[in-house]
């Protein structure tokens, strides 16, 4: 049936007899996904745009740092500071819990700059002593060499991985950077690796513009001594970061005499519980997405089933002399269906293909320039179910105006002017 010319000939005879009706019946099918393809989009590129901070770092980590004490406890006055030691390292490292433990110092405390020199060029950047095993949180992506080792913290090497802003501010274009040295604060490290920040926003900034050296070399050419400014940690994938991070908080509690409800002495952010309250509300928006989207489809579906009706009345007499002739219901039933359905599809089709030619030039126009909003895109796969669906509600749609005209009886539809 749906290969029949003339029943094509019948749909296409009454979309040219009511183009206006025809087409604002289409707009509200078009609309419908049109929208939703945009706010899919829209909820994606806003949850790139956010989550891309989290990128190059383990979700299941945590980072804990010193404060100020605010209990008395032990003999011990409160507003009393502290250090973290690299004993309090191997102390955390015998926790079964924890899969890395990675001290981390910076020069000038969180945030700080330091001048760096090479020749006449100087630059304002980021001096982060760590170990190897840092790469165990976070994803650090080398352009050029090598990154920082055991032997380079047994021997205590003076070398350095540096950013590629960091190459920008001190080298000339296309200058060799791999083996040549800079100047912080005095003392003179060799280049031995350039990064290639993995992380957007904030976060690759501070990547771009970080300089890491070795975290032994760090407390002697800095006199440090035994200070540990900051722990990274990863918990293993079978243990919440949560847990971890409560025994970690204990141990170093007890360690430094601080009363165990000082919630406010130690420092601490846990990478697991913002990734998921994030994905958490992310999640509540795309499920909004999908109901306004899908409240707006069926109204265009309806509008359609609704114009069948109409389309059903006027052709009464036409039914009523095809059944007289023969025609038996499924026939019927079948047309009707047919041009819902053909109404439906163009109408959902027109609006999918026009929704994501729009994203897609939105991401062009914005591409890795973008903070807060970022690849607002649909995945394909979701917008051809999405146009199924719309289909299947569009034959749906016009099961009722196809019983309704299978009901008419051939002699009273004869009847009828």
């Known amino acids: 049936m749906i290969f029949e010319r003339d029943n094509w000939q019948e749909i296409f005879a009454t979309i040219r007899k009511n183009k206006l009706r025809t087409f604002l019946t289409m707009l509200g099918v078009f609309w419908g996904i049109f929208m939703l393809v945009i706010m899919l989009g829209?909820?994606?590129?806003?949850?790139?745009?956010?989550?891309?901070?989290?990128?190059?770092?383990?979700?299941?980590?945590?980072?804990?740092?010193?404060?100020?004490?605010t209990k008395a406890y032990k003999g011990m006055k409160p507003n009393r500071g502290f250090n973290y030691t690299t004993s309090d390292a191997e102390a955390l490292k015998q926790l079964p819990e924890l899969d890395v433990v990675s001290p981390l110092n910076q020069l000038g405390g969180y945030e700080g700059s330091n001048n760096v020199l090479r020749g006449l060029k100087t630059a304002a950047c980021e001096i982060q002593a760590c170990y190897p095993n840092i790469t165990g949180i976070s994803d650090i992506k080398l352009g050029q060499g090598r990154f920082i080792n055991d032997l380079d913290i047994i021997e205590k090497r003076k070398i350095c991985v540096i950013g590629p802003r960091v190459v920008?501010?001190?080298?000339?274009?296309?200058?060799?950077?791999?083996g040549e040295y800079i100047r912080v604060n005095g003392v003179y490290f060799r280049v031995v690796g350039v990064t290639s920040p993995s992380a957007g926003g904030n976060e690759g900034r501070q990547q771009a513009q970080r300089i890491n050296i070795p975290f032994s070399t760090f407390q002697n050419a800095f006199n440090y001594g035994d200070v540990v400014g900051w722990f990274a940690i990863k918990s293993k994938d079978n243990i919440p970061a949560e847990q971890s991070e409560e025994k970690v908080m204990a141990i170093l509690k007890e360690r430094h005499k601080i009363a165990p409800d000082d919630m406010k002495a130690i420092g601490h952010w846990n990478m697991a519980v913002e990734y998921n309250k994030l994905s958490g509300l992310f999640m509540g928006i795309e499920i909004l997405v999908w109901i306004v989207g899908i409240g707006t489809l069926l109204a265009g579906v309806i509008g359609?089933?609704?114009?069948?009706l109409i389309v059903v009345k006027e052709r009464t007499k036409e039914i009523g002399v095809k059944r007289a002739l023969g025609a038996v219901p499924s026939q019927i039933i079948g047309q009707i269906i047919i041009e819902a359905v053909f109404l439906t599809a163009i109408s959902g089709y027109f609006g999918l293909v026009i929704g994501i030619g729009l994203l897609e030039g939105l991401n062009a126009a914005i591409g890795d320039s973008g903070e807060m909003f970022t690849n607002p895109t649909v995945d394909l796969t979701v917008a051809l179910k999405a146009l199924t669906v719309l289909i299947l509600s569009g034959a749906f749609a016009g099961l009722i105006p196809a019983s309704k005209a299978v009901a008419i009886k051939p002699v009273e539809a004869l009847r009828t002017e």
């Open 168 to 178: 920008e501010m001190l080298f000339k274009k296309d200058e060799k950077v791999i």
């Open 304 to 308: 359609i089933s609704n114009i069948m």
């Open 42 to 69: 829209s909820g994606n590129g806003l949850r790139n745009g956010i989550l891309k901070e989290f990128a190059g770092t383990a979700t299941n980590s945590f980072f804990v740092w010193a404060q100020q004490t």
